[in-house]
């Protein structure tokens, strides 16, 4: 993951409502600016913070780093498995700044729908201009009971942002 603008990322923060015991998720593979940006405003804001880490070689970095705190727990994670629950733990966000190759994408969304709380936020990274991948991921999120997508383009250099809500009440 190529570096963030840490001004852009504050922004982008404050869409998260400050709320006692707030569960945060985010499937990464690197970039430790981001990890630390994150890491930092759940330990300011005393949230629980699952980093489900997809490289091997960031694993080791990242658990390295957090391995003592309470709030911060670390994962080397296939997004391959067949389930995503980890401890029965569901969350009011999950970042996503991983890539998810094509072919498992709508598999991804099935199994990440079911670790948000109803209402909850994913919050995606996708290349900037990458108007195909928006089209799919938009296209996937109405088909696994996500709602009130819309796209941030102008917030980061490299990034565009896709943010859905999962729709609570109805679908799987």
């Not at 940006?37 to 997809?54: A, D, G, P, R, V």
């Not at 998810?100 to 948000?116: R, T, V």
């Not at 696994?144 to 819309?150: K, N, R």
């Amino acid at each position: 993951m190529k570096n963030i603008e840490e001004h852009a990322l504050n922004q982008l923060l404050e869409i998260i409502a400050p709320a006692p015991a707030l569960r945060i998720a985010h499937f990464t593979n690197g970039g430790e600016a981001l990890v630390a940006k994150l890491s930092h405003f759940c330990i300011e804001n005393n949230y629980e913070y699952q980093l489900n880490i997809t490289s091997p070689s960031f694993f080791k970095t990242i658990q390295k780093t957090y391995k003592e705190h309470p709030f911060i727990q670390s994962l080397a994670f296939n997004l391959n498995r067949p389930r995503y629950m980890i401890q029965g733990k569901v969350y009011d966000y999950l970042f996503v700044t991983s890539p998810i190759e094509e072919h498992i994408q709508s598999s991804f969304l099935q199994k990440a729908h079911g670790i948000i709380k109803n209402a909850g936020l994913i919050i995606l990274f996708i290349p900037k201009g990458d108007t195909q991948q928006r089209y799919t991921w938009m296209r996937l999120f109405e088909e696994h009971y996500f709602v009130a997508s819309s796209t941030i383009d102008d917030l980061f250099e490299h990034y565009d942002i896709l943010i859905s809500k999962k729709m609570h009440g109805w679908g799987g």
